[in-house]
């Protein structure tokens, strides 16, 4: 499905993005994992990857750096030839009721989850074809207490979402974004069993869903399957968001 395609995924060293840069070389894509934190769990998905028969390789940039990013860009067009695929999925959160917020916090999660979107999309613009997927969250449709910061950076990515739709679909680009609800991940461990059955109450589905079902969402936008498809937010959430 993706064969002779170029992938690169941000924060692709756990959770979500491991998931998604793990199914897009399933189905063919040549896969950068991009990390900024463990080059150890990067590798091993690269090794993950080589053992089911793909192609990857790792690439270091902390992506809340502007400058940092257009190199990994230019990097990867000058290795690679092209980008055709660009999964915008690193990011972090500093939780806390606006009133204790530091403001560290808060910028510390705009710079990862939404600057460090715009300063990719903003370096690959200039493709002449191509799929952009951003991975927001269900907190930045429908707010999370708690999550100021993070319902904030994810709001803004689906507003960034829908302007570039606008800009570089006379490119060809498709730029669409995924909207997580609650998934089995690192960053969903430390919640206390209280907490993860209140919010199960909230999911039709009735429980957290998987790295994998993210990943699905993400070939399918990532394919010719959706080439029709542009400026649109897929919640994928167990029901969450209805």
């Given amino acids: 499905m993706l064969e002779n395609k170029v992938a690169l995924v941000t924060g692709a060293g756990r959770g979500i993005g491991r998931a998604i840069a793990i199914a897009l070389a399933k189905e063919g894509a040549e896969v950068i994992v991009n990390y900024n934190g463990s080059e150890e769990r990067a590798k091993e998905v690269k090794q993950t990857i080589e053992e089911n028969g793909g192609k990857a390789s790792v690439y270091k940039c ?13 990097d990867v067009v000058k290795e690679y030839g092209h980008l055709d695929i660009l999964v915008n999925n690193a990011g972090i959160t500093r939780d806390g009721l606006i009133m204790k917020m530091k403001e560290e916090d808060f910028d510390a999660v705009l710079n990862v989850n939404l600057k460090g979107t715009f300063n990719t999309i903003r370096h690959s613009a200039r493709q002449r074809s191509g799929k952009i997927i951003n991975i927001s969250s269900v907190s930045g449709i429908l707010g999370n207490a708690g999550q100021a ?3 904030a950076s994810k709001a803004g990515v689906i507003g960034l979402t829908k302007t570039m739709a606008r800009e570089l679909g006379s490119r060809g680009i498709t730029v669409n974004a995924i909207a997580p609800g609650f998934v089995d991940t690192e960053m969903t461990e430390v919640l206390s069993e209280e907490l993860k059955e209140s919010a199960c109450k909230q999911i039709i589905l009735g429980r957290f869903g998987k790295p994998e079902d993210i990943a699905n969402a993400a070939v399918f936008l990532a394919s010719d399957k959706a080439d029709y498809i542009t400026g649109q937010v897929i919640s994928v959430d167990g029901g969450m968001n209805v």
């Fill in 62 to 74: 902390n992506v809340s750096d502007f400058e940092a990013c257009e190199t990994m860009i230019k």
């Fill in 149 to 151: 910061n993070y319902a």
